[in-house]
Structures are given as C-alpha cells and as structure tokens.
C-alpha cells in the first residue's frame, strides 16, 4: 500500500512512519519546506497546492496536521491558528482524495468533540459537546466531506492522551513530577481517556487496514481513569509522591479560559475499534506508563 502522510515530523508521525514501513508500507512524507530526502513531496495548504507525485499511485492519505492544543494561552489569535492549522489542510487533502479517486483517508481528531461527559461511559455514538473543543473538532471532522461525498472510506481517528516520554501529555508532566510538583487537577474526578503511543499508531494502520472501519473512531483504551488515579499512577511509575492538587482558580489564572476544558471529564471507549477486533497492547495505565517512560 502507497501511504501518504501530512503532518509526519510530530510525535505520532514520526511514529507512524516507522510502523508503516516496517509492515511492509511505501510511504510519502508530505513537507511544506523544499523537499530534502527522496521520500518527500511538498504542498501548500494556503495555496491549495500538492505536489502531484506525491499522490501519484496512493492507495490511502493519513493527515496528522494540526499546532499543539496545550503549548500556548487560548487567546483569540491561537484559537485561530488551532483551527486553521487542522481544517486548511484537510479541505485540502479531502479535496485531492476525492478528485484523484484514493480510497482511504485517515484523518486525526480528538475525543474533544465530547465535550464534558461527566461520568457517562461516551462511544462514538455520543453527540458532539459544548465548548471550544468540541467546535474545533466538528470543524475538523466536517472538512473531510468532499472525500467522504465522492466514496472514500473516511476514518475520524478521535484520539485521546497519547503516552510516550518523547512528548504529548507525559512530556508536559514528568518534569514538573521530577520536582515534586505533580499534581492532580482540581477534584480530581474528571476522567481521562488516554493510550500508549504504540497502541495509537497501531490503530492509525488498523483503520488504513481494515475495510469495514469508517466514520468515528475512538483511539484511547477501554479503561479511561480519573485524574487523581492518574496522577497517583504517574507518581508511582516515576518513583515522586504526587499529594498536591491545582485548584480551579489557578488553572485559571495559568491557561486562561482553556482551564475549564482542562476539567472536563471524558469517559470515553474505543467500541469502533474493539469491535471490529483491534487489541491493544497496553490496555492497563501502569503498564503503558512503565513502558512509556522506559523509551
């Protein structure tokens, strides 16, 4: 299988590129720069612009594009950025699906379209939330509408917290642990749908693999925890007693409006994947954070 990937120099990219080319997969690596290795091809979402080699032959498109959600205060400007970085490029690559006839496009997005779920176990069917969030990835999802109205096999990857030491969620963690300032947030209550980096791209092939998988598709365990449980569970793997908590006030005050998102609670489950036959690796916190932190 030819497999074109956007977004291939992140943390989940560059994982995925790996894990294609070990299966046996051609893939090309789309860059906004100047081409600089024999697997890349250019584009210019603004332009509207793909490089035609690169979707010569392609049997499917991965887009991974998107800035960081959490490495910057929501002002109006980096909400902006946070959706035109995801929706410019999957109108475009939509577009060039539909256009060219490629059967599959796997496109990322996040368990964010929930909203606050409270405790209520969510599956895909769940409906779309409140909140900046929730919009961002409606927006998201309803830019692959030119693929999906043309007979591509469209698969909405709604990711959860993605564990790998090498960034995401436990790269903005385990220094603050290191120093004794883990912290659960708030009450604590709120859960966390979460998964190993391995089990995440090996999810992103099993739905480039898996005929009958489209539409939504939930890409976190079937066992999200609480916040305190996972700060408990982070302490214990890192050896550092986490027994503070980050009051909702201060999380206000340290990331601005997006401090209630912060708290809001996803008990979400995979029942796309697990019921088209996926198992997951590490389907248990302390294992995929032991193993994790190990590499």
Not at 47 to 76: F, K, T, Y
Not at 98 to 125: F, K, M, Q
Not at 152 to 177: D, E, I, K, N, Q
């Amino acid at each position: 299988m030819k497999v074109v990937v956007a977004g291939s120099s992140g943390l989940v990219g560059t994982a995925l590129v790996g894990d294609l080319r070990s299966a046996g997969h051609e893939v090309v690596r789309l860059v906004r720069r100047r081409p600089g290795a024999v697997d890349e091809r250019n584009w210019d979402p603004p332009a509207g612009r793909i490089d035609d080699a690169a979707l010569e032959g392609a049997d499917a498109v991965v887009n991974l594009c998107g800035a960081g959600i959490a490495s910057r205060r929501w002002s109006h400007a980096r909400k902006q950025m946070l959706l035109n970085s995801r929706v410019e490029p999957t109108e475009v690559l939509a577009a060039a699906v539909a256009e060219r006839g490629i059967p599959v496009l796997v496109n990322a997005s996040a368990v964010g379209y929930y909203g606050d779920t409270g405790d209520r176990e969510t599956d895909e069917s769940g409906p779309s939330g409140r909140g900046f969030l929730a919009a961002l990835c409606r927006d998201w999802e309803a830019a692959t509408r030119r693929a999906t109205e043309a007979g591509a096999r469209v698969v909405r990857m709604r990711a959860g917290h993605v564990l790998s030491r090498r960034g995401g969620l436990l790269g903005t963690l385990r220094p603050l642990f290191s120093i004794m300032l883990g912290a659960r947030l708030g009450d604590g209550r709120q859960y966390m749908p979460w998964l190993h980096l391995a089990d995440h791209v090996a999810a992103i092939r099993f739905a480039l693999e898996t005929d009958g998988l489209s539409g939504a598709v939930n890409s976190c365990t079937p066992d999200p925890v609480p916040n305190s449980e996972f700060t408990r569970e982070l302490g214990r793997a890192l050896g550092r007693p986490a027994p503070w908590f980050v009051p909702r006030l201060a999380l206000r005050v340290a990331v601005g409006e997006g401090a209630e998102e912060i708290l809001f609670s996803q008990r979400t489950v995979p029942a796309a994947l697990t019921s088209h036959g996926f198992t997951f690796r590490y389907p248990k916190l302390d294992d995929a954070l032991a193993a994790a932190l190990q590499r």
